[in-house]
């Protein structure tokens, strides 16, 4: 076969295998076209909501628990720190778990603590002011602290030798008592007393800040809540008014008459 024919026969198979290509197809196409919808999607749709709602969501009530208000009854004084109670103290609130207890309560007008310590002895000055006869009742502890050895925390004091005095008159008085103090704030004194048939809550301000009108108005929930967590009723407490005078000296200091004006000449 000449030269010239094997070319025309090679050339009618080249254009035969070309006649039966899709001519529509770019092959460079696969290679090159756009990612489908379903593609882009799977790698640019925004976050579910289940996703932001586990990035964003509020903190949990665990979070946002408000505090535990037994949490100041954990800190019981020492007896070697009595010394922080050094001073003058005005009882704001007190409740009992007894109906002597609330008795004495609904009766009293005012009362006022005075009290020395240091590692060795305890002295407190208490002076009651009450609506009825007797007017007054002031008692008397000094009590020598003693480390008992079921006192494994050294915070009870055990008091056997309380004087009282009623209107000014000695009167005997054979009770003995415990007493626990608990350190909640700079300006704040709570203590437990219990005596043989029923217990005492009471909460004491500072000599100074008794008459904080906010003060009378918020502290009594702190209270309720104080007694709650030690198992005494807060229905028929005493609560202080701000304005009473106690049984040796005015609740507010005397103020001072206004100076006169100079004279001019």
């Known amino acids: 076969m000449s030269v010239m024919k094997r070319a025309v026969l090679l050339l009618l198979l080249l254009l035969a295998v070309g006649s039966n290509a899709d001519p529509t197809v770019d092959p460079t196409v696969a290679h ?8 882009t999607a799977a790698h640019t749709a925004a976050p579910t909501a289940a996703h932001t709602v586990a990035h964003t969501a509020a903190p949990t009530a665990d979070h946002t628990a408000a505090p535990d208000p037994c949490h100041d009854l954990n800190n019981k004084i020492h007896l070697k720190d ?17 109906d002597d207890g609330h008795s004495m309560l609904s009766n009293l007008k005012s009362s006022h603590v005075e009290i020395h310590a240091d590692n060795e002895t305890f002295i ?15 008692y008397f502890i000094n009590e020598t602290l003693v480390h008992n050895a079921d006192d494994h925390d050294h915070h009870n004091i055990h008091s056997d030798n309380v004087r009282l005095e009623v209107d000014g008159q000695h009167e005997d008085y054979n009770d003995t008592a415990d007493i626990i103090f608990y ?9 437990t007393y219990n005596v043989k048939e029923y217990r005492f809550l009471l909460s004491y301000r500072k000599d100074g800040h008794h008459r904080d009108p906010e003060k009378v108005k918020t502290v009594h929930d702190d209270h309720k809540q104080h007694a709650e967590c030690l198992k005494f009723p807060h229905d028929k407490p005493y609560s202080y008014d701000g304005v009473a005078d106690f ?9 001072e008459p206004p100076a006169p004006d100079a004279q001019t000449s």
């Open 247 to 255: 049984a040796h000296k005015k609740s507010a200091p005397p103020t």
């Open 183 to 191: 350190e909640t704030c700079p300006e704040c004194m709570l203590m």
């Open 124 to 138: 407190m000055t208490e002076r009651n002011l009450y609506k009825t006869g007797p007017n007054r009742r002031d």
């Open 82 to 98: 009595l010394h922080k109670l050094e001073g003058e103290w005005v009882l704001f609130w007190s409740v009992s778990d007894h």
């Open 32 to 39: 090159t076209a756009a990612p489908t919808a379903d593609h």
